[in-house]
């Protein structure tokens, strides 16, 4: 059972650059999240997904979007990079939006 | 605003206890969550409160006092593999999580 496959696990990419970070479960949980991990600061919701077709913006959305075509498949865009945006993104998912996060194994994206 | 306090570090030795506390002000409650999570690695469930007092499991247990906004996660016969961040989390009235920045467990032999 792969659970939360996220791709790239690793990405440098020049400011200004698109980027889309790819999230595909297998769980076929409802709800979905994208995070951001910064040292020093707890994990912040960029936007989140708590069935497929409905999205909504968490505490630091700007300069991100997503889509939610299917139950599996949650990809995060950043429509031109900026170096702030560097940092450690995990995608999760929950089978409801009560329940407990089940994660990716992260990908780590710098902005140079 | 929401807020989420636990301690930046913390060391313990092989085969002692440790307690991690961790104390909130949200708006709202529905649920406190306590997440472990390894260098690098993603984070993953350790428990979950709802209700006051003490959920055990295992070597772990975490406890929940809903008036005083505080809760605990309690490490029992510490081993070296438990090295790693513990992550607190509160789901709030509009059943957002809101996360601690973390707390650094270090095992010393």
């Known amino acids: 059972i792969a659970g939360i496959t996220q791709a790239p696990t690793s990405q440098i990419l020049a400011a200004g650059r698109r980027m889309t970070l790819r999230c595909t479960q297998d769980m076929r949980h409802n709800a979905m999240y994208w995070y951001r991990q910064d040292l020093g600061l707890g994990l912040r919701l960029i936007h989140y997904?708590?069935?497929?077709?409905?999205?909504g913006k968490g505490e630091v959305p700007d300069g991100y979007s997503v889509s939610r075509a299917n139950t599996d498949d949650f990809p995060l865009t950043l429509a031109s990079a900026v170096p702030s945006q560097t940092s450690v993104y995990f995608c999760?998912?929950?089978?409801?939006?009560?329940?407990?996060?089940?994660f990716g194994e992260g990908s780590r994206l710098t902005v140079l | 605003g929401q807020n989420i306090d636990q301690p930046t570090e913390m060391t313990a030795t092989e085969g002692a206890i440790v307690q991690i506390n961790c104390t909130y002000q949200t708006s709202g409650f529905n649920g406190l969550f306590w997440y472990q999570q390894h260098a690098g690695e993603a984070p993953t469930f350790l428990s979950y409160n709802v209700l006051d007092g003490l959920e055990e499991k295992g070597r772990f247990s975490s406890f929940l006092s809903r008036s005083k906004g505080y809760s605990y996660l309690l490490l029992k016969e510490l081993q070296m593999k438990d090295s790693a961040s513990y992550l607190c989390?509160?789901?709030?009235?509009?059943?957002?999580?809101?996360w601690g920045a973390g707390t650094k467990l270090i095992i010393k032999p």
């Open positions: 997904s708590n069935t497929a077709g409905t999205t």
């Open positions: 999760a998912s929950s089978a409801t939006n009560t329940g407990e996060l089940f």
């Open positions: 989390a509160v789901r709030d009235s509009n059943y957002q999580l809101i």
